[in-house]
């Protein structure tokens, strides 16, 4: 059995002022979130009936069926996630309980997992990452967890299930296991470009490729890990090249790539065009102290989460209706 992070941290109003600056100057998009993001309502109509759920909910809702997962630990603003999901959370039929983002990681866990505090403040990602694992039985059992974005409304039941069987294979060996979602077209329907690489796995999901022989990939709202095995420490820089939102990003990427014995990301990736999956496990493996494993897989809808944006929520709105 599986127990489930759901990651919903926010970031405080200089951070949220920053990220809309880049937003619109790397995007030409308007950032229209000011409040509590997890919280943002979703306005839905479903067999006549409308509904408007905060955006968290659609994830937790998903969370509760799922049978391979008995227990969920949401990371986040306590008070408002108490007033706006306790009754739903009472209802529930597995533990479901609640971390304040803004408490202390306990020193007990500062040593267990050798947090430098320069590297980990209480409310940054890795910070709610830890704190979320250190409530959960999969820490007292030494296993890996179930930590999800709270952001991505379109990711399904079944998109879940379905990543969950195919850890059960890698786990052993593998300290963070990422989905890594194939997008069969240049842009996904959100406009956003994935990152193309050569798939040298055994999971060849299309025979579309580009004139080099690579496919098209993004992230999900998924990760499957085990804080015990690879280096907490790592986790929020990680986080702030996700997206790769600008140039001053890229080459931090790349000098981060060569200082970890790899100099020829940069050329690998945009003039030689031979970048492959394995290769990028074993770049990752090294950055996280831990061997990281990509599992190809299908099902585009759970790249498409929340930013923020007002392009955004009105695509996903659109989407959210359509399905």
Do not use: W
């Amino acid at each position: 059995m599986v127990s489930a992070i759901l990651m919903a941290g926010y970031n405080n109003k200089r951070e949220v002022k920053r990220y809309s600056r880049i937003v619109a100057d790397n995007y030409g998009e308007k950032f229209i979130e000011t409040g509590y993001k997890p919280l943002r309502k979703f306005k839905t109509v479903k067999n006549g009936k409308e509904e408007n759920k905060p955006l968290i909910q659609y994830t937790l809702e998903n969370l509760f069926t799922i049978d391979l997962i008995d227990e969920i630990i949401i990371v986040g603003h306590q008070m408002l996630l108490e007033q706006r999901l306790g009754n739903l959370i009472k209802k529930s039929q597995k533990p479901c309980y609640i971390v304040n983002q803004n408490s202390k990681i306990p020193l007990k866990v500062i040593k267990q997992f050798n947090i430098l505090k320069k590297k980990v403040k209480q409310t940054s990602i890795a910070g709610n990452v830890i704190k979320g694992y250190a409530h959960s039985t999969a820490c007292q059992e030494r296993k890996h967890a179930l930590f999800v974005a709270s952001d991505s409304p379109l990711t399904t039941k079944e998109f879940i299930e379905r990543f969950l069987n195919k850890v059960q294979k890698y786990q052993e060996q593998s300290a963070i296991i990422f989905p890594i979602v194939i997008i069969k077209d240049d842009q996904d329907k959100l406009g956003r470009n994935p990152l193309k690489l050569l798939n040298d796995t055994q999971h060849q999901l299309s025979n579309k490729k580009d004139s080099y022989g690579r496919q098209g990939f993004r992230l999900s709202s998924l990760t499957f890990a085990n804080p015990y095995f690879f280096n907490i420490n790592t986790v929020n820089t990680a986080y702030s090249l996700r997206k790769c939102l600008n140039p001053s990003v890229q080459f931090k990427l790349f000098r981060i790539t060569r200082n970890l014995g790899y100099p020829n990301v940069y050329s690998k990736y945009f003039l030689r065009k031979d970048l492959s999956i394995r290769e990028v496990e074993n770049i990752t493996s090294g950055f996280f102290d831990g061997r990281v494993k990509l599992i190809p897989i299908t099902g585009e809808e759970a790249t498409y989460d929340y930013d923020g944006t007002d392009f955004e929520y009105v695509m996903i709105s659109n989407m959210l209706n359509a399905a």
